[in-house]
């Protein structure tokens, strides 16, 4: 899990990556969202370790959190 200062305390940016059906899905909670509940999918990541680091970083670079 990444976070992001979003300005509000207490309330920060969430990029989680968690197992799906071939890789891992992406998702992006802004501030205040339930980080139970299910994110807004922003990508999947598949492939070999070094791949999958390689999207996920690719991914976080043009996610605009502002």
């Known amino acids: 899990m990444a976070t992001r200062d979003s300005g509000d305390i207490g309330l920060p940016w969430v990029i989680t990556a968690q197992r799906g059906s071939r890789g891992m899905r992406v998702s992006l909670y802004r501030p205040g969202d339930d980080v139970e509940s299910e994110g ?27």
């Open 40 to 66: 807004d999918v922003i990508g999947e990541i598949t492939g070999n370790p070094r791949e999958m680091g390689r999207q996920l970083r690719s991914i976080l670079e043009d996610t605009e959190t502002d």
